[in-house]
């Protein structure tokens, strides 16, 4: 398995290349630093005759990111890891999409530091950009793994379902776990089956549907090194994927790679789930 992490020297950058190697036991680590000097590249701030202070600043930041490097391929080299770096000049997302588009890697874990949906608008983020973009299933890490016990697998539907399951088939994790999985039905609002008796039938086959799903997805996981039950639950998704989430080490949920207009309209649970979660959360492609 290759992995490609994006690092920086935010605790949030550390945590995603612990919990990356804590998760899965990696043939190739490809750290990816991006130098981004465009705040400093300002005419106003670097006038021509500051033209050779600038490339000394440059260097001083390009030396400050292989030091990055070297303390990072330090505390994983114990793990036998086969370490590949891409250190370049840029925007830090540009940086890390071509890196990952170059490379190939099966996941792309990256660091997030919580910032609210309104910091993203207003001040960016990379970590969004990074997560609405790479062409591979992504790995968002606001806290550390400190133990790897309970998984809580969201699914939607039978597609989706066989691909999370065929992930956890071809990329097991180091150790057993326990996984959860659950489906989530959204809840009517104002159409209530009781009142409307032919939605009520409909209701019922659609909470065995799910059922049914979910059952089918823990038998096929319920052997070494998973242990998995299933469970349907009500509510608003993101919501209440979050609440489950408490008592679980990490999320897994799919992604239809909605873009533009229609994300806009429909939205991305795997989206909204990455801000209400604290722990890390899996988002596969």
Known sequence: MRIAVAVDWSDQ??????????????KELVLIHAVDLRPFENPLLAPPVATQAFKEFQQAMVESGTQLLDGIEGTV??????????????????????????????LLA?????????????????????????????????????????????????????RLTNWLRTYPFTKPVDVLVVSILPVQGLMDPATIPALEPWDQATIA?????????????????????GRVLRGHPAAAIAHEALGCD????????????????????????????????????
């Not at 086969?82 to 099966?106: C, F, K, W, Y």
């Not at 549907?209 to 039950?229: C, I, K």
């Open 13 to 26: 950058a550390f945590s995603a290349v612990s919990t990356a190697v804590k998760l899965y036991k990696p």
């Open 77 to 106: 080299r114990a793990e036998g890891v086969q370490i590949t770096r891409r250190l370049e000049v840029g925007h830090s997302a540009m940086v890390i999409l071509n890196a990952v588009a170059s490379a190939h890697p099966d």
């Open 110 to 162: 990256v660091g997030a530091t919580g910032k609210g949906r309104v910091g993203e608008m207003a001040l960016g983020s990379v970590s969004h950009r990074l997560f609405l973009h790479a062409p591979c299933s992504t790995l968002v890490v606001k806290n550390p793994l400190n133990e790897l016990r309970r998984v809580l697998l969201a699914v939607e539907g039978p597609d989706d379902a066989e």
């Open 209 to 229: 549907g799910a059922q049914h799903l979910v059952n089918d997805v823990a038998a096929s996981l319920s052997d070494d090194p998973y242990r998995a039950t």
């Open 250 to 285: 990490v999320v897994i949920v799919g992604s239809h790679g909605r873009k533009g207009l229609e994300r806009f309209l429909v939205g991305s649970v795997s989206h909204a789930v990455t801000h209400r979660v604290i722990c890390p959360v899996l988002v596969i492609r």
